[in-house]
């Protein structure tokens, strides 16, 4: 089965993101990627920068091909994929079984956060960037966005964060589902 491989793989990855300290500088380049303090692993960096290339790109339901647009689950697979070679599951509410529960105070680049958007858990994922923000697909209509984690509709409906990346272990497994 397709999917043991993959739990495998995140077991291997999910030892350490949680040892990263730096924070995300607020710039960004022209290429409309963060730009990193030093502190950050390779894996966390190459998320940042892979994510923040998407912005812009359209939402559309289901999507998962910047050429015709993505979905939230969309983009964080097509992010891990681009950036790490890592297949995800497809939807949000699979995404936050995997890895390991991280608190928002223990927030560091390249987590999944969820949210719940459709009065139901994990109705809607993103990557944390630092300082607060977050990479998204929102809405139809909407595109490949950046939002602050404090603001009041996504404080409200935050509902947990999973650390995928280790910094001791190199991002070509994933980790254990914990």
């Known amino acids: 089965m397709r999917l043991r491989p993959i739990l495998s793989v995140l077991v291997f990855v999910a030892a350490g993101l949680a040892a990263i300290e730096a924070r995300a500088d607020d710039a960004l380049s022209s290429s409309n990627a963060a730009e990193l303090t030093p502190g950050y692993t390779e894996a966390a960096q190459e998320l ?3 994510a923040m290339s998407y912005l812009g790109i359209r939402y559309r339901f289901g999507g998962k091909s910047p050429e015709t647009g993505l979905d939230c689950s969309g983009l964080v697979q097509t992010v891990f994929r681009n950036a790490l070679g890592l297949d ?3 939807t949000a509410r699979e995404m936050a079984s995997l890895g390991s529960r991280v608190t928002r105070g223990e927030l ?3 987590d999944l956060v969820f949210f719940n958007t459709m009065r139901r858990t994990f109705s809607h994922v993103g990557i944390y960037l630092g300082d607060g923000r977050f990479v998204h ?6 595109s490949v966005r950046v939002d ?7 404080a409200k409906r935050f509902n947990g964060a999973r650390r995928l990346v280790n910094e001791d272990q190199p991002p070509s497994t994933l980790p254990e589902v914990r």
Do not use: E, H
Not at 148 to 154: L, P, S, T, V
């Open 48 to 50: 940042v920068n892979q």
């Open 88 to 90: 995800l599951p497809r």
């Open 108 to 110: 560091q680049p390249g």
């Open 137 to 142: 697909a929102p809405a139809r209509g909407g």
């Open 148 to 154: 602050d984690i404090g603001a009041a509709y996504w």
